[in-house]
């Protein structure tokens, strides 16, 4: 994998993640300066993800983009906002770790 690609991805991600807790916390507050931080904050994840397609392809960006936010959002919903999983949910986020693991695996050239 090239680590280029996965500095982009991390990037993408904290910007993603920080989204996504100012939304929830906007739910809470109805300040609408936290959802314009929001909106901002997607709006700047997008333009990331433009360079992370251009660095692995889109597929894997974004295949890749929304595993790690499925399992990241899902920490910071437990240990952030008290949300729990039903066991089902708990065996399709597992499915996406293995997924996402089958996915950064070395390819071979053809």
Avoid: D, H
Wanted: with cysteine; proline share 2%; net charge positive.
């Amino acid at each position: 994998m090239n680590p280029t690609f996965l500095l982009w991805l991390a990037a993408a991600m904290v910007i993603f993640l920080s989204a996504a807790t100012a939304s929830r916390a906007y739910i809470f507050s109805s300040n609408v300066a936290v959802l314009i931080l929001s909106l901002a904050l997607y709006c700047v994840g997008n333009l990331v993800m433009v360079k992370l397609m251009r660095e692995g392809g889109m597929g894997l960006a974004i295949s890749a983009s929304s595993i790690v936010q499925l399992v990241m959002i899902n920490v910071i919903a437990f240990a952030v906002f008290g949300e729990r999983l039903t066991a089902v949910q708990m065996l399709g986020v597992a499915l996406g770790i293995v997924s996402m693991g089958l996915m950064l695996l070395p390819s071979a050239k053809a």
